[in-house]
């Protein structure tokens, strides 16, 4: 296992590594589960000649990128891309160990706002999630992303200044009743996938039902009937 970072546009080996952690941002595959936290990797270098002197070494300083690549039967995968979080030099007064945490693209999309995304109408999950990753400055290194099958009337049409892409990816999939996550690729080193209600090959299904414009007022349940509060009254679809 090697571990790497991008330093003045080339990918530099770290040297004299310590024992390194990562943790997937998806934590189980259980069918509740439908939208991945942020992933991240933490691993500690030796520092005698203090060459990783946060601040101090061109190019070496929060945000580059980093993976984490290992050999099997003679080719290199991708376990794991992120930017770096922080980097901490420990092991005073001597300061001879620097850690450093990476996390990965999910952090990026829970922190920077939406920018400028085209009010959809009529779409699906996997339109809307492009059309989010196509204003975003730092995309993901690949996408495989499933075709929705729930159709959403209107899309954006609640973004605000401060709004999420994580937000907004988030409910998406929580709609779809589907999963979002990033898969760890030999080439790429992540790649965000999104997958559909029936993608995901469950035994549940989901059933839309069109409902009559004289009662459209009111939030119905599959069989027709007025879906009601506890105190009797009509659940409103606004």
Same mark, same amino acid.
């Given at each position: 296992?090697?571990? $790497?970072?991008?330093?003045?546009?080339?990918?530099?080996?770290?040297? !004299?590594?310590?024992? %390194?952690?990562?943790?997937?941002?998806?934590?189980?595959?259980?069918?509740?589960?439908?939208?991945?936290?942020?992933?991240?990797?933490?691993?500690?270098?030796?520092?005698?000649?203090?060459?990783?002197?946060?601040?101090?070494?061109?190019?070496?300083?929060?945000?580059?990128?980093?993976?984490?690549?290992?050999?099997?039967?003679?080719?290199?995968?991708?376990?794991?891309?992120?930017?770096?979080? !922080?980097?901490?030099?420990?092991?005073?007064?001597?300061?001879?160990?620097?850690?450093?945490?990476?996390?990965?693209?999910?952090?990026?999309?829970?922190? $920077?706002?939406?920018?400028?995304?085209?009010?959809?109408?009529?779409?699906?999950?996997?339109?809307?999630?492009?059309?989010?990753?196509?204003?975003?400055?730092?995309?993901?290194?690949?996408?495989?992303? %499933?075709?929705? !099958?729930?159709?959403?009337?209107?899309?954006? !049409?609640?973004?605000?200044?401060?709004?999420?892409?994580? $937000?907004?990816?988030?409910?998406?999939?929580?709609?779809?009743?589907?999963?979002?996550?990033?898969?760890?690729?030999?080439?790429?080193?992540?790649?965000?996938?999104?997958?559909?209600?029936?993608?995901?090959?469950?035994?549940?299904?989901?059933?839309?039902?069109?409902?009559?414009?004289?009662?459209?007022?009111?939030?119905?349940?599959?069989?027709?009937?007025?879906?009601?509060?506890?105190?009797?009254?009509?659940?409103?679809?606004?």
């Amino acid at each position: 296992v090697k571990f $790497y970072a991008y330093i003045s546009s080339a990918w530099v080996e770290l040297l !004299d590594v310590q024992p %390194a952690s990562v943790q997937r941002g998806m934590s189980d595959n259980l069918p509740e589960t439908r939208m991945a936290s942020t992933g991240d990797l933490s691993l500690y270098l030796k520092n005698s000649s203090g060459i990783y002197t946060p601040g101090t070494t061109a190019g070496w300083k929060k945000g580059i990128p980093i993976k984490e690549v290992f050999t099997f039967e003679g080719e290199e995968y991708t376990k794991f891309r992120g930017f770096i979080e !922080d980097i901490t030099l420990e092991g005073k007064p001597a300061e001879k160990i620097v850690k450093i945490t990476a996390l990965d693209w999910f952090d990026y999309a829970s922190k $920077y706002p939406v920018v400028n995304p085209a009010l959809l109408e009529d779409t699906t999950a996997d339109a809307a999630i492009t059309e989010l990753l196509s204003n975003m400055p730092i995309q993901p290194q690949a996408t495989d992303l %499933a075709v929705g !099958d729930i159709v959403f009337d209107t899309v954006f !049409d609640t973004v605000r200044g401060n709004t999420k892409a994580y $937000y907004e990816i988030s409910k998406l999939v929580n709609s779809e009743v589907g999963r979002a996550y990033l898969r760890a690729d030999k080439f790429n080193g992540e790649t965000l996938v999104f997958e559909s209600a029936t993608s995901r090959s469950g035994t549940r299904k989901v059933k839309q039902v069109q409902l009559p414009a004289a009662q459209s007022s009111n939030l119905l349940k599959e069989d027709g009937g007025a879906l009601l509060l506890e105190t009797g009254d009509n659940l409103l679809l606004n």
